[in-house]
């Protein structure tokens, strides 16, 4: 069977775009052992967007977010964006999640690792709320947050999680500090460089 000059092509093409992202990862590892440093920290193939009701809030309720240059509100709108499309919320009690909510739990999550190449958490599927305080079905203790990574599964207080984006620098924030822990687990299961 013979294939066409454009077949061949588009399957070469198709090839390469598949081993890309390999090629990308390996010059990285390169330049980070010789220079001590990563170049590519923002670069994506296909970059996912906001809507602009969604940047609004972002701008209104996430300072780190507001100090943020143009091109740098691009990179974290997708990262919000590719977040969010992973992760399944589910709540416990009468709280009802909105857009709102997932999009104050992801910039938490970005927050922390905007400076990171592997944004992705991959072993993070569920985010679980709860109106505040909860028992823990894991330790049967009070619990404002945790991080269950055999269920992939990170739980929040919501009225805690708002409570410790309120003030920001009393080192209190219940987001980030979920989050660190999820950011260490995947870090020692993926052998990342960030």
């Known amino acids: 069977h013979v294939r066409s000059r454009r077949q061949r092509q588009m399957c070469i ?3 390469f775009m598949m081993f890309l992202p390999s090629i990308i990862i390996g ?3 390169i330049i980070y052992y010789s220079f001590g440093r990563i170049n590519f920290t923002h670069f994506y193939l296909r970059r996912k967007n906001l809507s602009k009701s969604e940047k609004r809030f972002l701008e209104k309720e996430v300072s780190f977010y507001r100090k943020l240059d143009a091109s740098k ?3 974290f709108d997708h990262r919000i964006a590719s977040f969010l499309k992973k992760r399944k919320f589910h709540s ?11 999009l104050l739990i992801a910039a938490s999550a970005i927050k922390l690792t905007f400076g990171f190449r592997n944004f992705k958490f991959r072993i993070l599927e569920t985010i679980v709320l709860y109106p505040n305080k909860y028992t823990s079905t894991k330790t049967k203790r009070i619990h404002k947050g945790e ?6 599964t990170l739980v929040f207080s919501w009225e805690d999680f708002l409570k410790g984006n309120e003030i920001e620098d009393d080192n209190l924030n219940l987001g980030i500090h979920e989050f660190t822990h999820v950011v ?3 870090s020692n299961k993926e052998k990342d460089l960030s």
């Open 13 to 15: 093409r198709d090839r």
């Open 27 to 29: 010059i990285e590892k």
């Open 73 to 75: 509100k691009r990179n």
């Open 92 to 102: 416990r009690g009468k709280l009802l999640v909105t857009r709102e909510m997932k």
């Open 147 to 152: 991080f269950n990574p055999r269920l992939k």
């Open 184 to 186: 260490h687990i995947n």
